[in-house]
C-alpha cells in the first residue's frame, strides 16, 4: 500500500508527525481519520485524494476535502485543544523545523519564527536595501544564522516575467511580492532545501496592515482579509514550484489561527500599535525594541518594488506598473 500513496508535504495527528508507512496502515482501515489530521499536504492514493484545511499544498482536489473514486467522502477539519498563542506557535513551528530554511526580512513575524525554529535564514533585497541590513541586525541580536541574497536589477526584472507566467493574479502588488518571494525560493531550490517556512497569515489575523488602524469596522476587515489568503497562498506556492519547493506556513496552523480567533480584535490593534498579542509573544525571543519594529511590506523593504518602478518608467510607464506589466 505504501508505495501507491503519494504524499506533498507532511500530516501531523495531535501533535505527531505521521511517516508514509503509518498513513498507509490507517488508509488500509479507511479515511475517517484524515478528518482530524492537520498539516500541510496533498494526499493521494489508488482511488483518494486528501487536502489539508487551509489549502496550503496545491492539489486537484479542493482545500480540507476528502475524495475517493471523484466523490467527496469527508472534510479535514482538525480541532485540537484550544491553547495560549505562544504555545500554539511554538508548536506550529515546532512540526515545521525538522528541515529546511526560513524566509527572513527581520519583521518580527520571520523573527520570531526564526528564533523558534532554529534554521537558516534567507534575507534577499537589492543592494543597500532596507531588508538586508535590518536583517542583518536582527540576526545578530537574536543569534540566527542568516544568507543574504543581493539582487540586481536585472535578475528582478528576469523574475517578475517568471512569476507573471505563474501566478493566478497579475497586479502589480501580487506581482512584486511573487518576484520577491522568488529569489528566496530559488536560493533554497538550488541549496538543496525543499521546505521555506515564512510568515504568511500574520498580518490577517494579527491586524499587520496600515488600514486596521483607520478601520471603522475592524472585524469585519480580519474576516475579509483572512478569506483572501487562498488567493495569497496560491501566488506563493506557484513562485516556491517553480524551484520544487513549497512555503510552510507556521502562522496558518490551526492552532495559532483558532488562539488568534479568540483574541478580540480591540486587543490586537490599539493605541496605534498594530499585531500586539504576537508582537508580546515576541518579547519572549528578542529584544522589546525589535519585536515592536515596524517594518515595510517585503516588496518594499526589500528595494524591489522600486527596481519594478524604475524598469517601467524606462520601459515608457511613467505612471503604470501595470501598463509595463502588460507589455511584458
Known amino acids: 500500500m505504501a508505495s501507491e500513496i503519494s504524499l506533498k508535504g507532511w500530516i501531523e495527528t495531535d501533535g505527531t508527525l505521521l511517516t508514509t508507512e503509518e498513513i498507509a496502515r490507517r488508509l488500509s482501515g479507511g479515511t ?69 530554511i526560513v524566509a527572513f526580512s527581520g519583521g518580527v513575524d520571520s523573527a520570531l519564527i526564526a528564533a523558534v525554529a532554529g534554521l537558516p535564514c534567507v534575507s534577499v533585497g537589492t543592494e543597500g536595501s532596507h531588508d538586508l541590513c535590518h536583517a542583518t541586525d536582527v540576526a545578530g541580536e537574536i543569534g540566527l544564522d542568516l544568507i543574504g541574497v543581493t539582487v540586481t536589477p536585472g535578475e528582478v526584472e528576469d523574475a517578475l516575467k517568471a512569476v507573471m507566467k505563474v501566478i493566478p493574479r497579475v497586479t502589480p502588488v501580487d506581482a512584486s511580492i511573487a518576484a ?23 498580518d490577517e489575523l494579527f491586524g499587520g496592515y496600515s488600514r486596521y488602524l483607520e478601520s471603522e469596522d475592524i472585524e469585519r476587515l480580519f474576516r475579509d482579509d483572512f478569506a483572501g489568503l487562498s488567493m495569497q ?59 515592536c519594529y515596524e517594518k515595510k511590506a517585503m516588496q518594499y523593504g526589500s528595494g524591489i518594488w522600486k527596481v519594478i518602478q524604475r524598469a517601467a518608467r524606462k520601459n515608457g510607464y511613467k505612471n503604470s506598473v501595470q501598463g509595463y506589466m502588460n507589455q511584458l
Open 32 to 100: 475517517e481519520w484524515l478528518t482530524s489530521c492537520g498539516g500541510e499536504f496533498v494526499l493521494t492514493w489508488e482511488d483518494g485524494c486528501a487536502r489539508d484545511q487551509m489549502g496550503i499544498v496545491p492539489g486537484k482536489c479542493d482545500a480540507g476535502v476528502i475524495m475517493e473514486k471523484g466523490v467527496v467522502t469527508g472534510h479535514v477539519k482538525p480541532e485540537p485543544p484550544r491553547m495560549p498563542l505562544a504555545d500554539a506557535i511554538e508548536t506550529a513551528v515546532r512540526l515545521r523545523n525538522s528541515e529546511g
Open 180 to 202: 520577491t518571494l522568488y529569489f528566496v525560493a530559488r536560493w533554497a531550490g538550488e541549496n538543496g532545501y525543499s521546505r521555506i517556512l515564512a510568515g504568511q497569515g500574520a
Open 233 to 291: 497562498s496560491a501566488r506563493d506556492q506557484a513562485v516556491a514550484n517553480l524551484f520544487g519547493c513549497l512555503f510552510s506556513c507556521p502562522f496558518l496552523d490551526v492552532r495559532v489561527v483558532r488562539a488568534a480567533e479568540a483574541i478580540p480584535a480591540d486587543k490586537k490593534v490599539f493605541g496605534g500599535v498594530r499585531k500586539r498579542p504576537l508582537r508580546k509573544v515576541a518579547c519572549s525571543y528578542m529584544p522589546q525594541e525589535t519585536a
